[in-house]
């Protein structure tokens, strides 16, 4: 069992960056693979950036690529999201989740355990 608890996030301009962090409990988190996912309202959910179980792979669709940046400290059991050169758009709740794969997924549905969510605010 994992559990996740995503913090950092809030109201910035566009242009602005913010840091998520995901702080996870269990043992076993060096095993899993995590993910970022967004949704905001109306919309489905989205998928963000991966990061595999030891942090040596990661991959982002093309319209996240150069701006964010995912990353892990496995000794801290903490997942973080780098968002850069934020837009409106980016307007979302972002959720951290972990999956058994341990790999990069990028399906929703190979994740396994999901935060509650952070609420990510871009003003223009």
């Known amino acids: 069992q994992v559990q996740l608890v995503e913090s950092g996030g809030g109201l910035v301009q566009a242009g602005g960056s913010l840091r998520l962090s995901c702080a996870a409990s269990g043992r076993t988190f060096s095993r899993y693979g995590m993910g970022w996912f967004r949704q905001a309202p109306g919309k489905e959910r989205e998928f963000v950036a991966a990061?595999?179980?030891?942090?040596?792979?990661?991959y982002y669709p093309d319209s996240m690529k150069g701006r964010f940046t995912i990353s892990r400290d496995n000794a801290k059991i903490t997942v973080y999201l780098q968002m850069n050169s934020l837009k409106p758009e980016d307007t979302a709740v972002y959720y951290c989740?972990?999956?058994?794969?341990?790999?990069?997924?990028?399906?929703?549905?190979?994740?396994?355990?999901w935060g509650q969510g952070t609420q990510v605010t871009v003003s223009s």
């Open positions: 990061i595999n179980w030891s942090g040596g792979s990661t």
């Open positions: 989740a972990a999956s058994r794969t341990g790999r990069t997924e990028t399906d929703r549905h190979e994740y396994d355990y």
